[in-house]
């Protein structure tokens, strides 16, 4: 009896291994050949898609989160150390959101990747993207925030939206 149950543990932990090791490379797969519009004010990220993951399951979540930071580690803009940890924090804290929202319905679980994306990211990218810190204005990271926001929020009512769908329609919610 115990030696099932250690075998189904077994088989648990590299199901967890196996599938996060493949988000986390969907995640940079998704990213780095789309880079000139992956980085910057406006965040179109294909990846971005997986961001809903978590709403059907927190299991999703180390690769969802190692994906991202693989993904800022490689920034061909090399933002450098701010982009890569408060970027990959930021996709952590909306991971751990969505699954609490998703809990109650799934289609909601698109809500904090915009707003922690839009706050945390457009909060730190015009003192990246700027020569000095003295030209970031409130309006400066206003138009910022909402750009990554909204660039965030287009690509999941447009995207995320339909994969939600898909996922709950169809057998992939048995992988996660």
Known sequence: MTELSESARNKRRIKFIVNNGIIAALYVVLTLPFAQIAY?????????????????????????????????????????????????????????????????????????????????VGGYLPFLLMDSASEVTFQVMAVSMLEVAGSEAALLVVLGLPFIAIIKRTKIKDFL
């Not at 910057?40 to 898609?49: M, S, T, W, Y």
């Not at 994906?67 to 090399?78: I, T």
């Not at 991971?95 to 904090?112: A, C, D, Q, R, T």
């Open 40 to 120: 910057g004010p406006l965040q179109v990220r294909l990846a971005e898609l997986m961001t809903v993951l978590p709403a059907f399951s927190i299991a999703t979540l180390p690769g969802i989160t190692l994906g991202c930071f693989l993904a800022n580690l490689f920034n061909p803009n090399n933002l450098g150390p701010v982009d890569i940890i408060c970027g990959t924090l930021a996709t952590l804290i909306a991971g751990v959101l969505s699954y609490l929202i998703g809990k109650k319905n799934k289609m909601f679980g698109i809500i904090p990747p915009v707003v922690v994306n839009g706050l945390v």
